[in-house]
């Protein structure tokens, strides 16, 4: 009976991080489309569309969840906060799943724009779905885009530690999702030159393989003919144990042991553990 509880409730977690993962692509890869296929708005609209829809999936999963929506994320509070190492499998497979299912709507949704901007189907609309060193176009080679990811994405994870610390002037009454969706706004518009500030493997991947299924050749390919695929994998998840690390021995170990109760936030807006 307690195994078929758990397992339950890990079901309802990854059902949580699918749905909520599949809201940030709705909307990320949905605005990136918008921009770059029928012209509508611009690196802003792009860098905001983000944000909100990492606060909007962050709202509807965090409950259930903690609304990790990035495997990165996930690793790191396996590493730094007891999170269940044997959760981190399913959550980033959710993640993933949720993804693609959003660009593959975003991909149907836009099949019209995208095919008259670019009948081919080439890297001039394929970062539509998936990021490319210097954005496809400007003089950034894979290992420029490796550094910009750990860079990019250890920012991430030490600011949602911070955020997410009841020991430390966390937001309160439930404005943590909103903190978090300025942040991922600000690191698109001052760290998304390199490679697209993909700090997430799962919105990259997902969104490449769908991309890849429905025509994209190249898809898992840079600009220059090199395999990509595997940089905003690889390079995020050590950016999020790197950002982790510098929390958890750089503030979190100054922190007085108790907050003042008029500081802490709901607990529902802590990491899922």
């Known amino acids: 009976m307690v195994r078929s509880l758990k397992a339950r409730g890990l ?17 990320g890869c949905g605005v990136v489309a918008q921009v770059v296929a029928a012209g509508i708005g611009d690196h802003d609209s792009i860098a905001w569309a983000w944000g909100l829809g990492v606060t909007l999936g962050v709202y509807v999963a965090s409950r259930i969840s903690g609304a990790h929506l990035n495997p990165a994320v996930t690793i790191a509070l ?18 993933t799943a949720g993804a693609f ?20 189907l080439t890297i001039k609309t394929q970062g539509v779905f998936s990021t490319l ?25 030490l600011v949602i530690f911070a955020i997410t610390d009841l ?11 909103v903190v978090v969706g300025f942040l991922v706004v600000a690191i698109g518009m001052a760290w998304g030159t ?25 898809a898992f390919t840079d600009q220059y003919g090199f395999p990509y695929w595997w940089i ?18 750089l503030i979190e170990r100054h922190l007085p042991a108790d907050a003042p109760l008029d500081s802490m936030p709901a607990k529902d807006l802590e990491p899922a553990a």
């Open 11 to 27: 079901a309802g977690e990854m059902a949580a991080e699918f749905v909520g993962t599949m809201i940030l692509i709705l909307f």
């Open 78 to 95: 396996a590493v730094f906060k007891g999170f269940e190492w044997r959760k981190v499998a399913p959550y980033a497979l959710a993640q």
């Open 101 to 120: 299912l959003a660009a593959m709507l975003v991909r149907w949704n836009y099949t019209e724009v995208l095919n008259a901007k670019d009948p081919g």
């Open 133 to 157: 060193p210097g954005n496809g176009s400007l003089p950034v080679g894979d290992w420029g885009a490796f550094r910009d990811q750990i860079i990019g994405t250890a920012i991430l994870v």
């Open 167 to 177: 020991r430390n002037t966390a937001p309160a009454a439930n404005l943590a999702p």
């Open 194 to 218: 390199n490679a697209g500030y993909a700090i997430n493997p799962a919105r990259d991947f997902g969104p490449r393989l769908a991309s890849w299924l429905t025509g994209y050749d190249t």
């Open 232 to 249: 905003p994998i690889v390079a995020p998840v050590i950016g999020a144990v790197i950002g982790g690390a510098i929390y958890k021995y």
